[in-house]
């Protein structure tokens, strides 16, 4: 009985963090975050301050809770796509597709957290979180090249990643194959502009 009690408890508490996230994200389409009070978090979330408060301490921790979820949902398909290349698997594409779908699911939020009334401090931590994970697959590629220089490729390919995923944004409806592709493409040189 105990248990269910504490499961529908950490459900009602889940259910309330994603509103007052989803609140937060909503007010960010039209206004800048440092602008936003918890006031108005409230009023969108249609609770009440006290209810904010409660579950985050400010504005930042809500954002920092949206972030987190994002980085965190992309962390599997990225272990996955890993473990395909460890395999020797051919499909990079379609390696490269199911990770992209994460961001796919997410080009919403993502379009909001780049925006100007984002998190400025969020690109930044996308790179650095996307360069973490670009380090795991550089003993996979064998890449007989100086750590220098696998750092300089890994900076050159996330850089090209989130500026796909920026123009993603901006362009929903091209889907995770075909930025995947380009993306491939680009990066193995394979692409050619008569294509």
């Known amino acids: 009985m ?3 009690i504490l499961n529908k408890y ?3 508490n889940n259910q309330t963090n994603k509103k007052i996230e989803t609140a937060l994200l909503q007010l960010m389409k039209h206004k800048n975050l440092d602008k936003i009070t918890m006031n108005e ?15 985050f301490d400010d504005k930042w921790s809500i954002v920092e ?7 965190t949902e992309i962390t599997k398909p990225h272990n996955q796509m890993l473990d395909k290349l460890a395999a020797k698997s051919d499909n990079g594409i379609l390696y490269l597709t ?7 699911q997410n080009l919403n939020t993502l379009k909001i957290l780049l925006s100007g009334n984002g998190d400025l401090a969020f690109p930044n ?7 973490q994970m670009e380090e795991l697959s550089h003993p996979i590629m064998h890449l007989n090249i ?3 220089m696998q750092d300089l490729f890994s900076f050159y390919g996330i850089s090209a990643l989130i500026g796909i995923i920026r123009f993603w944004t901006l362009h929903p409806q091209y889907s995770a194959k075909e930025m995947a592709t380009f993306f491939f493409k ?5 692409l050619s502009m008569i294509d």
């Open 41 to 55: 978090v409230a009023t969108e979330a249609a609770v009440n301050r006290v209810t904010v408060y409660r579950h």
């Open 65 to 71: 809770e949206i972030e987190q979820n994002l980085l």
């Open 2 to 4: 105990e248990c269910c």
């Open 146 to 148: 100086s750590k220098d």
């Open 125 to 131: 931590k996308l790179m650095n979180y996307l360069l």
């Open 10 to 12: 950490i459900n009602k």
């Open 186 to 190: 680009m990066r193995t040189g394979e």
């Open 98 to 104: 199911n990770f992209l779908k994460a961001f796919e």
